[in-house]
């Protein structure tokens, strides 16, 4: 069974600080991993999408990497602003499995 | 808009209650899902339907009855609704290649 964890659980940082999400999973035998955002109340939106073949993703100021060996992401955001303030799941698919297994999420506030 | 719509965005009802969520995505993937996201906002799995199959149907009381009418539908059905029931249920779809797209979710509060 997949299991996904991330760390911290929350964080809080000044705006303008970079931000660095923490991802782990269990089984490296993963399809694709995923990263979402979530404000409060509302669903989830599609950040970067890494294959298993890939290393890394960028969009913007986002940049994501993957070690599928160690069974690791990181997420990085730069240049954090108010606006970044949400909570950031990390997902993972298996090869012939159609499910996600989400991890718990981590909070970030970036104060003004 | 191409995406994942799904009905209503809140569902207030009593104990007993049968209630129905609409999902229908245009993106034209072959892959649906039902994932409930509880108090503690933990998201898990409930049933996945591949060109309208069953694919996945984890341990998920059989209250709950997903219906696929077409790759482009799915709808899910709650018999006999229980407090333990409240929580956001999101619809999904995805496509090898592109990834999950999620619904904007609905709030059931079972009162």
């Known amino acids: 069974k997949q299991e996904v964890t991330q760390i911290p659980a929350a964080l809080s940082v000044p705006e303008g600080e970079n931000l660095v999400l923490n991802c782990s999973f269990t089984?490296?035998?993963?399809?694709?991993l995923q990263w979402f955002r979530q404000d409060p109340g509302k669903g989830l939106t599609s950040l970067l999408l890494?294959?298993?073949?890939?290393r890394e993703q960028t969009s913007g100021r986002l940049n994501a990497s993957l070690d599928k060996s160690s069974g690791r992401s990181t997420l990085y955001i730069a240049a954090s602003q108010p606006g970044d303030s949400a909570t950031y799941l990390c997902?993972?698919?298996?090869?012939?499995?159609?499910?996600?297994?989400f991890g718990a999420g981590t909070t970030v506030t970036v104060r003004a | 808009d191409t995406a994942v719509s799904q009905t209503p965005k809140y569902l207030v009802t009593q104990m007993g209650n049968d209630k129905s969520i609409k999902c229908e995505q245009n993106?034209?993937?072959?892959?649906m899902y039902w994932y409930k996201q509880d108090s503690k906002k933990f998201l898990k799995i409930m049933f996945s339907?591949?060109?309208?199959?069953?694919?996945i149907n984890e341990t998920v009381p059989n209250r709950f009855s997903p219906k696929s009418p077409d790759k482009a539908h799915l709808n899910l059905h709650i018999n006999s609704l229980e407090l333990g029931d409240s929580a956001v249920y999101f619809c999904?779809?995805?496509?090898?290649?592109?990834?999950?797209?999620f619904g904007s979710g609905t709030r059931l509060t079972v009162v």
């Open positions: 890494i294959q298993s073949s890939q």
């Open positions: 999904a779809s995805s496509q090898e290649s592109s990834g999950y797209t």
């Open positions: 993106l034209g993937h072959d892959t």
């Open positions: 339907y591949n060109n309208k199959e069953l694919i």
């Open positions: 997902a993972v698919s298996r090869y012939n499995d159609y499910k996600l297994s």
């Open positions: 089984d490296s035998a993963i399809y694709n």
